[in-house]
Structures are given as structure tokens and as C-alpha cells.
């Protein structure tokens, strides 16, 4: 049996092959269930297209810049329109200028906090007011998180802060939307080599010490991401909402 067989779902943050939201996107699609797109903008618009494709020729594919309103009121107009309603929807979104990345944290600027903290949490609260309303038959909305959130990684800096504000809103966003039975959970992932994650300075020097570090002995695989992206999304976590969940290889344990 399919475990997401008749579930519409809805994915942000496809950027290429290695993207976390394009396995999770598959393990989906693999589960049963049928999907639509959202990509940044033109420039990531062929990837999207290339991609999401293989899911058929009529797969929805939408620009989104999540910093935008209106952007975002129609995404949700068009999903409406060609779907009707909406079960899963997957955050998987995140931005902070560079520079904020690679220095002190002390140093981070104004606008830099600003924009992290726009586009990488503030998001998650303006995508599931967007989705709620389709989401008449209950729902899983699942956002992606990094242990830097809680425990100091140097050069993660402002985004860290971010994930802190995304978790805290994953918990507030679950209180008020549990009686229309919609779940909110966070993935907290350890290092993956994406586009994202080469944004930040040591990222290399990462993947070594969780190799060497987490209990596993080794770094979490896209595929085992999109395994719990599957779990999260389906009745069989009915009772899982507010959670962050980690799939980093037991990193997440260790005190030293
Ligand atoms: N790669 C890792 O090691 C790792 C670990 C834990 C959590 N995460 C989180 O996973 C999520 C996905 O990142 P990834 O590693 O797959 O990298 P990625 O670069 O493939 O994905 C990041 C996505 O964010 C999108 N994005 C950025 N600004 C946007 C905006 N204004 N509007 C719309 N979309 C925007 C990009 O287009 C891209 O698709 C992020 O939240 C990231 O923080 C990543």
C-alpha cells in the first residue's frame, strides 16, 4: 500500500538534484502521492522544470520569491485552482548573505538578521497561512532545520538564530493549527552538500568532524532524509506535531 497514495503536496526549495527538498520530493512522489512545485525565480526556473518534469508533463510549477506576499497569495490561488486542496506542504528554504556566514557573529549587520530571518523563518509562518485554508482534510507541514539552532557551529552565525526563530515557530504554528488537524514538524538535518551548504565557510571541515563525531560514524544520505520527509507526511506520525526530529547520524547526542 502507498503511504501517501491521494495526498496533494506542495514543495519549496528545489534548486538542483541536490537539493534536500528534491528527495524528499521524490520519496513523496515514490509514496503515492502527487505534487507541485515552487522555484526562486527565473534563474533557477530549468532546474525546477528539468526536474520536476520526470513527475509528468502537467506537474505545476510556480516562481515563488517567499519574501513576497504576493508572490505567495498566488502560489496558493493556483494550487487551489488545479487541485482543489492540499495535504503536505515542505518547507525547505533558506538564505543568508554571505558574509554573515563567514565572520563573527558580533558583526552581523542589521540587514543581514533582517533577511535571514525573512527568508528562513518568517516564510514557514506565511506558507502555512497560505495552505491552511486548502488544507480541509488535515495536513503535514514539515520544515527543514540545523542543530545550530541550539548549540554554537562556528561560521553558522546569524543563520543559526534563524533556525532557533523556524523551530519556535514550528512549535507555535503546531498549538494553532492542531485542531484543524495540521501538523507542523521540523527535520533537523546534519551537513549535506548542497548549494545552500557550500555557503558556509568550514562546510567541508563539517562533514569530516560528524563523520568522525556522531555515533553512526558517518553523515546522513539525502535518501534517509527523504525516508523521514515520507514518515512525517504520513498518517503514521498522526500524533507528531511541534517536533524537531533529527536525522544527522546521532550527532545531535554527543556532549563531546
Ligand atoms: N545542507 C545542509 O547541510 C542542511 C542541514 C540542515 C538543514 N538544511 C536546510 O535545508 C533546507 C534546504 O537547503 P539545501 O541544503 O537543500 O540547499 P539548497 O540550496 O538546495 O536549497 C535552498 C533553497 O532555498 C531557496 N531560497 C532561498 N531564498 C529564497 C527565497 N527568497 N524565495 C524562495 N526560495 C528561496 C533556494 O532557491 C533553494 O531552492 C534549508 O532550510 C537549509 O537550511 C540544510
Excluded at 512545485?37 to 522544470?49: A, H, I, M, S
Excluded at 510549477?61 to 508572490?71: A, F, N, W
Excluded at 514550528?170 to 498549538?175: G, I, N, P
Aim: contains cysteine; glycine residues 10%; charged residues 20%.
Amino acid at each position: 500500500m502507498s503511504l501517501l497514495a491521494g495526498k496533494l503536496g506542495i514543495v519549496f526549495g528545489v534548486a538542483n538534484k541536490r537539493s534536500i527538498a528534491w528527495a524528499i520530493a521524490q520519496a513523496w512522489q515514490k509514496a503515492g502521492a502527487r505534487l507541485a512545485f515552487t522555484y526562486q525565480g527565473e534563474r533557477l526556473k530549468e532546474n525546477v522544470e528539468e526536474l520536476a518534469g520526470t513527475f509528468g508533463p502537467d506537474t505545476l510549477m510556480l516562481p515563488c520569491d517567499v519574501t513576497k506576499d504576493e508572490d505567495i497569495a498566488r502560489v496558493f490561488a493556483e494550487v487551489g485552482q488545479k487541485f482543489g486542496k492540499l495535504h503536505l506542504l515542505l518547507h525547505s528554504v533558506a538564505f543568508a548573505p554571505k558574509d554573515a556566514l563567514e565572520g563573527d557573529f558580533l558583526s552581523t549587520s542589521r540587514e543581514a538578521f533582517r533577511i535571514a530571518h525573512d527568508v528562513s523563518a518568517y516564510s514557514l509562518i506565511a506558507l502555512a497561512r497560505g495552505a491552511a485554508p486548502l488544507m480541509t482534510e488535515g495536513g503535514s507541514i514539515i520544515g527543514m532545520t540545523y542543530y545550530g539552532s541550539e548549540k554554537v557551529v562556528p561560521h553558522y552565525n546569524v543563520m543559526g538564530v534563524a533556525k532557533a526563530s523556524l523551530e519556535a515557530s514550528t512549535r507555535y504554528l503546531a498549538y494553532d493549527l492542531g485542531p484543524k488537524k495540521i501538523r507542523v514538524n521540523c527535520i533537523s538535518a546534519g551537513p549535506v552538500n548542497t548549494l545552500a551548504a557550500r555557503g558556509i565557510a568550514g562546510f567541508t571541515d563539517m562533514l569530516k568532524h560528524y563523520e568522525a563525531h556522531a555515533p553512526l560514524k558517518r553523515n546522513v544520505l539525502p535518501d534517509e532524509l527523504g525516508a523521514t520527509g515520507a514518515f512525517l507526511a504520513s498518517d503514521g506520525a498522526a500524533a507528531i506535531t511541534g517536533q524537531v526530529i533529527y536525522v544527522d547520524c546521532g550527532y545531535q547526542i554527543m556532549g563531546m
